[in-house]
């Protein structure tokens, strides 16, 4: 197969999962013999390409206000014209153009499109191309890609989102093939109106990790002492308001036990000093970026208290092949990751005592703690196996070529007098 990968970003550019899971995507793919190419935004103006990995990657400089994945946030208006300009960026069309004239792609595979905008499926339409789209947010619904807002996830598209978003529901129809990474992200745009004339499929993120060998079974063993030692919970992603950091805080201050909490990874400049400033418990360590396999030997229980609907939740999966079970919030995809009480305890942000319960919970429960952590990672044994996502969407691309040469051999078929 012949395949074109467009997207937001690439690597050396990565701005979360998505970016990571389409690498992942596009050289497991080519190892395996496809011919594979990517044409993704860029902070430079025109059109040049590189190679990442042996992959043949084009950048195209994104017509618009400003780069927005840049490393200084733009005030409220250029925001909102960039935005507005991101309803229908026509201008980035020529550059989809310009790319399938040069790779003469058999499918195109669109992940996230924040800066391209649905225009390019009306330029990949116009090539006569079957168009697969892999869902990773709600980019689709709204603007801020997370439907959530004020500290509360919307439970219906706000009047703002309904004009940025006008007609994208309607232009979805030209997608042959829909992925959702969790069946949450799949049904919460299937069931407003999107991609009606699309198969839908579902295939989760894999984030493979081979433990070292030393490290192979990681048997957390019921001590008594284990209820005087501290007990080690850890946060890592995203330190914003949506990815419930303040909820975790405030929870973990009102504990009525021994415990750490230590806090790992980067945000905004002000919500940065925000948190920093609700911290007063001496037992709070904000440690900055850490790599997993570093950051996961240092702590009992991770807790992933999204507020909004996560649509999936790597970073959960990831603790998980670590050994080390999660309290998560029942939110978007999460609940397809974390089972309770098989690798975790799921709490609810409409209920914000839960998660101290929860946390209280293991602390009072060391069998139960020893029994998650052993069975964490068998748990997400699936989500481990790059080959089985690779199998996945290699079949899902192969039955939409094929669909795409049957309807087209159809609908040039003589009709019968």
Not at 25 to 28: K, P
Not at 61 to 76: D, E, K, T
């Given at each position: 197969?012949?395949?074109?990968?467009?997207?937001?970003?690439?690597?050396?550019h990565?701005?979360?999962?998505a970016?990571?899971?389409?690498?992942r995507?596009?050289?497991?793919l080519?190892?395996?013999?496809?011919?594979?190419?990517?044409?993704?935004?860029?902070?430079?103006?025109?059109?040049?390409?590189?190679?990442?990995?042996?992959?043949?990657?084009?950048?195209a400089?994104?017509?618009?206000?400003?780069?927005?994945?840049?490393?200084?946030?733009?005030?409220?208006l250029?925001?909102?014209?960039?935005?507005l300009?991101?309803?229908?960026?026509?201008?980035?069309?020529?550059?989809?153009?310009?790319?399938?004239?040069?790779?003469?792609?058999?499918?195109?595979?669109?992940?996230?499109?924040?800066?391209?905008s649905?225009?390019?499926?009306?330029?990949?339409?116009?090539?006569?191309l079957?168009?697969?789209?892999?869902?990773?947010?709600?980019?689709?619904m709204?603007p801020?890609?997370?439907?959530?807002?004020?500290?509360?996830?919307?439970?219906?598209?706000?009047?703002?989102?309904q004009?940025?978003?006008?007609?994208?529901?309607?232009?979805s129809?030209?997608?042959?093939?829909?992925?959702g990474?969790?069946?949450?992200?799949?049904?919460?745009?299937?069931?407003?109106?999107?991609?009606?004339?699309?198969?839908?499929?579902?295939?989760?993120?894999a984030?493979?990790?081979a433990p070292?060998?030393?490290s192979?079974?990681r048997?957390?063993?019921?001590?008594?002492?284990?209820?005087?030692?501290?007990l080690?919970?850890?946060?890592?992603?995203t330190?914003s308001?949506?990815?419930?950091?303040?909820?975790?805080?405030?929870?973990?201050?009102?504990?009525?036990f021994?415990?750490?909490?230590?806090?790992?990874?980067?945000?905004?400049?002000?919500?940065?000093?925000?948190?920093?400033?609700?911290a007063?418990?001496?037992?709070?360590?904000?440690?900055?970026?850490?790599?997993?396999?570093?950051?996961?030997?240092?702590?009992?229980?991770?807790?992933?208290?999204?507020?909004?609907?996560?649509?999936?939740?790597?970073?959960?999966?990831?603790?998980?092949?670590?050994?080390?079970?999660?309290?998560?919030?029942?939110?978007?995809?999460l609940?397809?990751?974390?089972?309770?009480?098989?690798?975790?305890l799921?709490?609810?942000?409409?209920?914000?005592?839960?998660?101290g319960?929860?946390?209280l919970?293991?602390h009072?429960?060391?069998?139960?703690?020893?029994?998650?952590?052993?069975?964490?990672?068998?748990?997400?044994?699936?989500l481990?196996?790059?080959?089985l996502?690779?199998?996945?969407y290699?079949?899902?691309?192969?039955?939409?070529?094929?669909?795409?040469i049957v309807?087209?051999?159809?609908?040039?078929?003589?009709?019968?007098?």
């Open positions: 197969m012949k395949i074109l990968f467009i997207s937001s970003l690439y690597s050396p990565i701005g979360g999962g970016e990571i899971v389409l690498q995507t596009v050289e497991g080519q190892q395996r013999g496809c011919q594979v190419s990517v044409l993704v935004t860029g902070p430079d103006a025109g059109l040049s390409t590189e190679t990442v990995n042996d992959v043949t990657v084009h950048r400089g994104l017509r618009n206000f400003y780069w927005h994945f840049g490393a200084q946030r733009p005030g409220r250029a925001r909102l014209g960039w935005h300009r991101d309803r229908y960026n026509g201008a980035m069309r020529r550059y989809v153009k310009q790319v399938i004239a040069i790779e003469q792609p058999q499918l195109v595979v669109c992940h996230n499109l924040s800066g391209w649905v225009s390019v499926w009306d330029e990949i339409t116009a090539a006569q079957p168009i697969v789209q892999v869902l990773h947010d709600m980019y689709l709204c801020s890609s997370n439907m959530f807002k004020r500290g509360q996830c919307c439970q219906q598209q706000c009047s703002s989102c004009a940025f978003r006008k007609g994208h529901d309607a232009r129809a030209q997608v042959s093939t829909v992925v990474v969790s069946q949450f992200i799949l049904d919460k745009l299937q069931t407003r109106g999107y991609f009606n004339a699309a198969k839908g499929y579902v295939v989760h993120n984030s493979p990790y070292a060998r030393n192979l079974s048997q957390r063993q019921i001590d008594p002492a284990m209820k005087r030692a501290p080690r919970f850890g946060y890592m992603g330190l308001e949506q990815k419930g950091v303040r909820w975790l805080i405030e929870q973990f201050q009102r504990l009525p021994d415990a750490t909490l230590q806090i790992a990874g980067r945000g905004q400049p002000c919500d940065e000093a925000a948190f920093k400033a609700l007063t418990s001496p037992k709070i360590n904000f440690v900055g970026y850490q790599k997993p396999e570093a950051f996961y030997k240092q702590i009992d229980v991770a807790v992933v208290p999204s507020m909004w609907n996560e649509p999936f939740g790597m970073v959960a999966v990831e603790a998980c092949a670590h050994s080390v079970p999660v309290i998560a919030s029942r939110m978007g995809g609940p397809e990751i974390i089972q309770d009480p098989l690798n975790g799921l709490c609810s942000p409409s209920d914000p005592d839960s998660l319960h929860a946390m919970r293991l009072q429960q060391p069998e139960l703690l020893a029994r998650l952590s052993n069975q964490a990672r068998v748990s997400v044994a699936s481990l196996d790059l080959e996502m690779l199998d996945s290699e079949s899902i691309f192969a039955q939409t070529l094929l669909d795409n309807h087209r051999d159809l609908t040039v078929l003589p009709h019968p007098v």
